[in-house]
């Protein structure tokens, strides 16, 4: 148990000035381009999921919680706000980074998503075809969510919410490979099973950025598959979802949101799994 707690702390210690780096940029970049996104999705009609799984591949839930005001207010369409959940990475990039990830993986996760996000919103809109007007509300200045504190601060809270995260994942993962074997923690996720994606797709549900790193940190530990890997990263908005059901009072469109994001990111996992 020793030998796992101290590779647990060495894991994790070596990952904080990359997650403290990697996330000030994320939030100056997300700071700056907030604004200016919010009112290009709102604007963009059809053309919402195009910009909406683009703007979502930008790391943090931070864009995932702004279409769900958007969307609360009926801004904009529920393809649009379907694509940028499916986009949303939320900290898998920042983890990625820290544990040395080669670029080109990256690249083609997100890719993967922005693609999967913007082809869902487009049939979901298509199949909907309905159009309605309403006001633009700031719900977020209503709900109080502090988004106008300095990125310094806001990187500082970041990094130890998800060094905890990580840490904690990370012993867990440690255990379960020093106590039942690297094979017997993949049976656990089902790795290379047609129903690893049905497990990872109902992990990412989990309305926290604990679920995005516990997705990615299986995935780099060779726990599960890629397309389970993605299938998770899917369904994964952070807390957005959690944010849907304060901002949207019908319950059984959320719950049916939640239904499609599962099937899409289950249905993504499976295809991806047998493709490659």
């Given amino acids: 148990m020793l030998d796992v707690i101290i590779d647990t702390l060495l ?3 070596k990952l904080i000035p990359f997650l403290f780096v990697a996330f000030l940029l994320l939030e100056a970049i997300e700071h700056k381009l907030s604004r200016k996104s919010q009112n290009k999705i709102a604007k963009a009609g059809r053309l919402g999921p195009l910009f909406g799984s683009l703007l979502g591949a930008i790391p943090q839930c931070g864009f995932s919680t702004m279409a769900t005001n958007l969307y609360g207010a009926r801004v904009i369409t529920l393809g649009s706000l379907i694509a940028i959940y499916l986009s949303t990475s939320d900290e898998m990039l920042p983890i990625m980074l820290g544990e040395n990830v080669p670029f080109i993986l990256m690249l083609k996760i997100i890719i993967t998503k922005v693609v999967i996000g913007m082809i869902a919103g487009f049939i979901i809109d298509f199949v909907m075809h309905k159009k309605e007007t309403y ?8 709900e109080h969510c502090h988004c106008e504190h300095g990125i310094l601060r806001s990187s500082l809270k970041h990094t130890l919410n998800i060094t905890l995260f990580i840490l904690l994942t990370n012993f867990v993962l440690n255990s379960g490979m020093h106590y039942l074997g690297e094979d017997r923690l993949s049976e656990l996720f089902l790795k290379d099973n047609f129903f690893g994606p049905f497990i990872s797709s109902l992990i990412g549900l989990i309305p926290n950025c604990g679920a995005s790193v516990m997705i990615t940190e299986l995935y780099l530990n060779d726990a599960i598959t890629i397309g389970s890997c993605i299938a998770g990263l899917l369904t994964g908005s952070g807390v957005a979802l959690l944010l849907l059901f304060k901002v949207n009072h019908n319950l059984k469109e959320n719950l049916s949101i939640i239904g499609l994001l599962y099937a899409i990111g289950v249905i ?3 295809i991806i799994d047998i493709i490659i």
């Fill in 11 to 13: 894991d994790t210690v």
């Fill in 135 to 142: 006001h633009i509300k700031d719900i977020c200045e209503e």
């Fill in 268 to 270: 993504s996992g499976v």
